[in-house]
């Protein structure tokens, strides 16, 4: 078969477990390049070339049906075929290749079946960049990362099964890691050593991917070759989530009993502040009106000032304790910044690493900011945003003390001893961060009677 440029050619490239049949993916290839009038030129197991000529011939040119008989030149018919390959690679996966000339049927074959190919497996992953000049809408219809998901995904059970397996070297390497830490920070050792324990897993995290990557690349040889370009750059992230995914849990325990009474302060001081109005811990909190609803929630703030104002020292004791007590449906209504409270809540964890390692932590948490700039926005119909710390302290703090999370101070301390002096530099530090700021203000700063006065 002639070999075509790099730049004139479209091609598909994905790789399967090898549980998945080889004919289901070459007749999944097939059926869809008969419904676009290609017929089969070739097949042989694992293999599969077809070609469509009728639309380059006279009789197609004339409105005619190409005759049963009809041979194109075999150079022809060989430049324009479509091909579909489905190896065994030697780490374990099927890969599967379709390659063809770069030109509308291809192109369309390739984006109508690939929906087939997602249905024989969840777990396919990408084996190669696209081809130049092949402008395929599945390449843009992904706006919330699956591909992406997916092959973090691959690459992490791959990296999995090497760190977990006690017959190689490098699983040998990990599982006397793993020992050595349990031994010498267990249950009973002191929680001084802050963040000894933190620095040994990020250290180790640091080593493992050279050795790791010349054992690989050295071992990948033919198809299956690309799968492991692909989830090198994986490498790091899935050590890390692997070496968390056994000590983590004892990390997690260091920093919950080193910041124990840190948190205790803060839980004391917050489930006082849950306990009053939204609007009434938001004066007090300094959250400006406007990002929780705009003029009528100014006008609504007001009056409640201006009647607070007028009761406050004509009412009896009894009278007071009751206009204080929250409304009986207060809790029915949805409170501002809700989805960033969620999303705080999701920390809470009483025997592991929140969200399976910092690295996640650290984008939960500048998920939690996203909500609160896009419910700032929502609130003010675009006009207003959180630019400055004096307007995202204020929600944050309010967003903080409406979560369930009761262990700031273990959370910020972990998620900040594992990022890098660039890191703490940039939006992951400056997000722990606030969250520093804010816990810190909750239980020690935050002056109750300062609470009681905005009543």
Known sequence: MSEQPRSSAAELRRSFPLEVDTD??????????????????RACPGFVAVIREDKGSIFGCLGLRTPWNYKPPPDRSEATAITCTVDVSPDGYKAMCISGPSRTVTLSLI??????????????????????????????????????????????YYFFKLLSNPEDPIGQQ?????????????????????????????????????????S?????????????????????????????????????????SRYSAEDEAYVHKVRQLRQWPAEV??????????????????????????????????????????????????????????????????????????????????????????ELQTAALEATGGQRELTTMDDKLPVFLFALVHSELDYPFAVWHLLLDSLSADQRMETEGRAVT?????????????????????W
């Open 24 to 41: 289901e993916i070459l007749n999944a290839f097939t059926d869809t390049a008969k419904g676009l009038g290609c017929r089969v030129r």
């Open 111 to 156: 984006e109508q079946v690939e929906p087939k190919l997602r249905q024989l497996n969840h777990h396919w992953v990408s084996r190669g960049p696209q081809a130049p000049g092949a402008d395929l809408k599945w390449e843009q219809s992904d706006p919330c990362g699956a591909e992406a998901s997916k092959l973090d995904n691959a690459a992490y």
């Open 174 to 214: 990990v599982d006397q890691f793993v020992t050595d830490f349990l031994g010498k920070y267990g249950d009973r050792s002191g929680v001084a050593v802050l963040p000894a324990p933190m620095n040994e897993i990020l250290n180790m995290a640091e080593e493992l991917p050279g050795v790791i990557e010349a």
């Open 216 to 256: 690989v690349r050295s071992a990948a040889r033919g198809p299956g070759s690309q799968v492991i370009q692909d989830i090198l750059p994986r490498c790091k992230v899935s050590v890390e989530r692997f070496l968390f995914s056994k000590l983590g849990a004892r990390v997690w325990s260091c920093y919950r």
């Open 281 to 370: 811990l938001m004066r007090a909190l300094g959250v400006d009106p406007c990002f929780v609803g705009g003029v009528d929630a100014q006008k609504s703030t007001l009056l409640a000032e201006s009647t607070a104002a007028s009761t406050r020292d004509t009412c009896s004791p009894r009278e007071e304790e009751e206009r204080r007590a929250p409304p009986a449906d207060d809790a029915k209504r949805p409170l501002p910044f809700a989805r960033a409270s969620a999303g705080l809540t999701q920390f809470v964890s009483s025997s592991a690493v929140p969200h399976d390692c910092p690295r996640r932590a650290c984008h939960q948490l500048l998920g939690v900011l996203t």
């Open 434 to 454: 606030l969250l520093e700021i804010a816990s810190t203000y909750l239980a020690f700063e935050l002056d109750m009677d300062h609470v009681m006065s905005q």
